[in-house]
């Protein structure tokens, strides 16, 4: 037996388990075995706080709409309220919430307080995209939003802008579907010639991958792991997922049968996080495999005790531990385009 599946359930603080199971309950209560989401119903466990042009914590937050065909494009911009030392200028973070591609937006709490500290601590201008949810709207919806949002913020035609900030240093982040979701548009957008934006580094928080395969994580630590299940993330790529798609497609299982091969992408270096309490480990393991195959930079961080979600729960130890290596990565890319 190995030693992932000697596992016990996580120690937790009480408020946090207590969090955990709120969350996951009000998930598991609106979905329906026809793939529709009870909206009323998830909304009551999604709570929700408005942009703040007051700074909070010395982070001012302001909503943009974007121009664009559905109407329901939009997204929450993050300004540090102390400005740079030395007239250096700010990275750029283009933050996608995670939420199975089916709940949340970047108005939910948790990402709210999770993109202020981003902001706060690497420091950046964070931009968070609210892209539309599935069953509602199906792949590849969410990636074209992902990308209409970069095109629109290239434009720099909307106010609350700092002026300190550098579209040539343009970091693609995202957790859980929004990792996912960050991979694609960053794959998306290394074939697109932008007029000021310049993709320099993708960080990924525990990001949605999959296959038809059930991997050693997900045999072994499901209904042990916390807030996420098999039948929980398989429910969510089939109201994802047009009908008739299987999980080797290559939206989920990004290196499988069906994936592409980036070898001649100018995609950037990638910072990937992995738990060990999160039946998704495995994925990520294979996502970085498949990048370093493909002769791509990648650098896989892992905690052993680490949940699903852990990097919105401050009270856990890992998500500052995260936050510092996030702030690394940043500041390591930003030295090494002085030496380009």
Known sequence: MSERARKSPPRLPL???FMLATHTFGSDAARRSDLTVNRS????????VPASAKPIDGVTSFDTSIDHHDGNL??????PTTAPTGGSRMPLIVYFHGGGFFSMGADTKRF?????????EVPAVVISVNYRLAPEYQYPLQYQDGFDALKFIDGMNFENFSANVDLGQ???????????LAHYVTLRASEYDFSNLKIIGLIALQPFFGGKERTESEINLDGVA??????RTDWAWKAFMPQGSDRNHHTIN???PNGEDISGKKFPPTLVFAGGFDILQDWQRKYCEGLKKCGKEVRLVEYPDAIHGFYTVPELPETSLMMGEVRAFVQNRLRSLINE
């Open 41 to 48: 119903l998830l909304s009551v466990f999604d709570p929700k």
């Open 226 to 231: 916390p807030v996420l299940s098999v039948e």
């Open 74 to 79: 939009w997204f929450r911009l993050y300004n």
């Open 15 to 17: 408020k946090v388990k």
């Open 254 to 256: 990004v290196f499988g």
């Open 170 to 180: 343009c970091f693609m982040a995202g957790d859980g579907a929004g990792g996912n």
């Open 112 to 120: 709210d307080q999770l993109c202020r500290r981003f902001t706060r």
